[in-house]
């Protein structure tokens, strides 16, 4: 069913892309992902964050069929993918110097950057009527060769349902959007595994908005002082990005974090479990062997955070495949990658932490 109630059955084509092959512009699937792109129907595709939905950036009835397809809030605004740097030129004025030091250590990559917009050219459904655009270009070669080939800036939220978990593999943007779209290539898993980081880039100092890939560490080395959007660090205070208001990444069952020794999660486990739960664990492979619980899920390993990062919502997802109606997750260390990984349970968990006394 779509948002106006009526079954959507349109024919979705699958296409397997290798993302290691030579000159993918020539492929024959890529060139009809772009040229549907063109034609201004919804495709997805791998990034090297999360699989993203990509439509023309520049025509509302294209930008439309993503929200209608996702179910997501009008008021959220998109993030333009481009393949090159002078396509910026056309979206974005006033750049401050800054963000060409920026575009020249992470792009392309897990960076979007908030700038001013330009009038009348990206459609305002994409900025839900703001006077700023994100834009990003992806570190992924099949991304790149579809926005090449297509030759439109492209809007692109994760493919997911909103509000679920995004996807990191096409078997998840399958599941999720079958029916609903006209393609989706299938380029394997992606890297990063979390999505971008949104940098504002308006004011004086630029702020984040949302923790991704790039660290904030990574990007003090290279342009000096970088604030935190308070929404992210303080409870209560209303976000500057839209989309981090919103219930998000979730598995069907509730999730708690907890913060503490494994003795104390599994006390936590054995509370659940006598008040009539069945209760899944998120751990990582230092600490399996502690738990007893009805679906334990092994998430990367702390030694390299990187590898939480990229099996976490694969992790978060794969709970709805099992009975199990509570699930309780390890907590990291808010430094580095922590930080994004950490915002995502948070936001999974809708900000319920158990903490050890
Ligand atoms: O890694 C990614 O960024 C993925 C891949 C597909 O590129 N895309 C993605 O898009 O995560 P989405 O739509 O799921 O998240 C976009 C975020 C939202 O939190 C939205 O509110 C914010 O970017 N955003 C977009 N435009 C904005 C703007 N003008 N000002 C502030 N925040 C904005
Ligand atoms: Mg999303």
């Given at each position: 069913m779509n948002l106006m109630g009526v079954a959507v059955h349109m024919e979705t084509k699958l296409w397997v892309v290798?993302?290691?092959?030579?000159?993918?512009?020539?492929y024959p699937h890529i060139k009809e992902a772009a040229r549907l792109l063109t034609n201004n129907e919804v495709v997805a595709f791998p990034t090297e964050t999360v699989y993203g939905l990509g439509?023309?950036?520049?025509l509302d009835h294209a930008v439309n069929k993503i929200f209608e397809a996702k179910g997501r809030p009008s008021d959220n605004p998109l993030i333009v993918h481009i393949a090159?740097?002078?396509q910026l030129d056309d979206i974005?004025?006033?750049?401050?110097?800054v963000v060409d030091i920026l575009i020249e250590h992470?792009?392309?990559?897990p960076l979007t950057l908030v700038l001013r917009k330009k009038a009348t050219?990206?459609?305002e459904r994409v900025t839900a009527g703001l006077d700023t655009v994100a834009v990003r270009m992806p570190d992924h070669p099949i991304a790149l060769a579809i926005l090449e080939e297509a030759k439109v800036p492209v809007a692109a939220p994760s493919?997911?349902?909103?509000?679920r978990p995004s996807p990191t593999t096409a078997a998840h943007v399958v599941d999720y959007l079958k029916g609903r779209i006209s393609g989706i290539v299938d380029g394997g898993p992606t890297g990063v595994g979390l999505e971008s980081t949104v940098l504002d880039c308006t004011e004086e100092v630029p702020v984040i908005l949302r923790p991704g890939g790039i660290t904030k560490e990574q990007l003090e080395r290279v342009c000096g002082q970088v604030h935190v959007d308070a929404a992210l660090v303080v409870e209560g205070q209303a976000p500057?990005?839209?989309?981090?208001?919103y219930t998000h990444y979730a598995p069907k069952a509730p999730v708690s974090i907890v913060e503490g020794s494994p003795q104390f999660l599994q006390d936590v486990v054995k509370e659940k479990q006598l008040a009539g739960f069945k209760v899944g664990v998120l751990t990582t492979s230092e600490r399996e062997g502690f738990y007893d619980a009805e679906r334990i899920v092994i998430c990367g390993t702390r030694s390299d955070l990187k590898t939480v990062a990229s099996g976490l919502y694969d992790a978060l997802r794969?709970?709805?495949?099992?009975?199990?109606d509570y699930i309780i997750s390890e907590s990291f260390p808010q430094e580095g990658l922590g930080v994004a990984i950490m915002n995502r349970l948070l936001k999974a968990a809708s900000f319920q932490v158990i903490r050890e006394k």
């Open positions: 290798d993302k290691n092959g030579d000159n993918l512009k020539s439509a023309n950036a520049t090159n740097r002078t974005a004025s006033d750049v401050p110097d992470f792009w392309p990559g050219y990206i459609s493919a997911n349902l909103s509000g500057k990005s839209p989309g981090m208001k794969s709970f709805d495949e099992s009975d199990v």
